[in-house]
């Protein structure tokens, strides 16, 4: 089981196009395991606070620093990991049952989100021993 939850999250290469003039990164759908069907990003965090605090039941979702760094802290109900992010061409691929929290936002630091599903609250799970109960099901 610890094998199979360890794949549940993992780095991307975003194909870059390198130029003189400033590179091009390119997300097409065959970039990820999943068709996008929401984006949205954060921006202006203070250093010293967190985001996220939660899992999904289904959606499977895509994390870019843009600009700056930040630490996401998975878990997956047996152990935590955590990944830096801080290239904008590699992204973090979070398929659902994983808690994350991202902290350590670094001064201007964007992360973009790409999304598997539109918004729904009944796909979160926001309370991290329900999220354990969720993982031993």
Known sequence: MRNKELQRYEIIEIPKIKDVRGNISVIENEVLPFEIKRVYYLYDIPSDASRGGHAHKQLCQFLIALSGSFDVVLHDG??????????????????????????????????????????????????????LLFKSR
Do not use: H, M
């Open 78 to 131: 047996l152990q935590k990991k955590k990944i830096t992010l801080n290239k904008p061409d590699r992204g973090l691929l979070i398929r659902p049952g994983i808690w994350r929290e991202l902290e350590n936002f670094s001064s201007g630091a964007v992360c973009l989100v790409l999304a598997s599903n539109v918004y729904k609250e009944e796909d979160y799970i926001r309370d991290f021993d329900q999220f």
